[in-house]
């Protein structure tokens, strides 16, 4: 986990695959399209530039140009006329912040997590899948002695963090082929390199009830995580614990913050969820 990038396995000009909605007569291409463009922006990224733009949605300049003019004139961009790029505006905060303080999840998780930080020494997040990403909701870093930068809204790989592993694992069998599938045809290259590594943590998560990553997204961090449905939730969210590596080792993992980590999911999830 680095604080220049939130997700190292995946290509940083590299757009996860939209959905193809485009046959549904409710579905607005060009609203879709502008959103496009504000998901191009990574964390540590204060500016980005038409051609930023066009490489990482694959649109035409042109389109780029008239979306991004649009999202100026709305308050979700704005415009440095002297570098000539882009970065986002209040407006964005605005949603996120609403999004953010409308949800039960976070203000639920948000103690616990405090608690859990402060008693075991360890930086605990709470996340949820985005696209073939998983994205911070909220994070309590306690771990002074690794700087990652990192906090809501940071995205990490669906395939090489516990939070993506926790969550592949905890899917039925043929939904989590397919979302390998979506992985591999979005990231050859890095599936390719990373599938076999994969698998092997899937299958020791499912065993376990947990999974882990000692140094595989980040060769500073070890961490673990579980997949719950928290009360109310129709889709699955994350905890994760993390460390440095030279602070925490493997084994106080799989034998006390794991199952710790275990009991706090199953405190915020609902009855036999």
């Known amino acids: 986990m680095t604080s220049q990038s939130t997700n190292p396995s995946l ?10 909605r485009e046959s549904d007569p409710n579905f607005v291409t060009a609203l879709a399209r502008g959103l496009e463009l504000l998901r191009c922006f990574r964390t540590g990224e204060a500016m980005l530039g038409n051609q930023d ?7 035409p300049k042109a389109t780029v140009s008239r979306l991004a003019g649009t999202l100026v004139q709305l308050g979700y961009l704005r415009y440095d006329e002297s570098l000539g790029k882009y970065a986002l505006d209040a407006g964005v905060l605005a949603l996120g912040y ?11 998780a948000r103690p616990h997590m405090l608690a859990f930080a402060q008693a075991y020494g360890v930086s605990v997040s709470l996340g949820k899948r985005e696209r073939m990403e998983v994205i911070y909701l909220e994070s309590i870093r306690n771990d002074a002695g690794v700087m990652l930068g990192l906090g809501v ?3 990490l790989s669906l395939v090489s963090s516990s939070m993506g592993r926790a969550y592949l694992a905890a899917l039925p069998a ?17 599936w390719k390199q990373q599938e076999a590594a994969t698998r092997a943590a899937l299958a ?5 009830g ?3 990553s000692f140094r595989d997204w980040h060769p500073a961090i070890h961490a673990c995580a579980v997949a719950f449905r928290p009360v109310g939730e129709k889709e699955l969210h994350m905890l994760s614990c993390s460390a440095s590596y030279g602070a925490v080792d493997e084994t106080v993992f799989h034998k006390t913050l794991a199952p710790a980590l275990g009991a706090l999911a199953a405190r915020l999830s609902e009855p036999g969820g």
């Open 11 to 20: 290509s940083p000009d590299a757009a996860p695959p939209a959905p193809a």
């Open 53 to 59: 733009f066009v490489r990482r949605t694959g649109f």
């Open 98 to 108: 609403a999004y953010l303080s409308a949800s039960d999840v976070v203000s639920l």
């Open 153 to 155: 809204g940071s995205r």
């Open 174 to 190: 043929p939904r989590r082929e397919r979302v390998m599938a979506e992985f591999s045809q979005a990231f050859p290259e890095q």
């Open 204 to 208: 020791e998560a499912q065993q376990r």
């Open 210 to 212: 947990y999974a882990a």
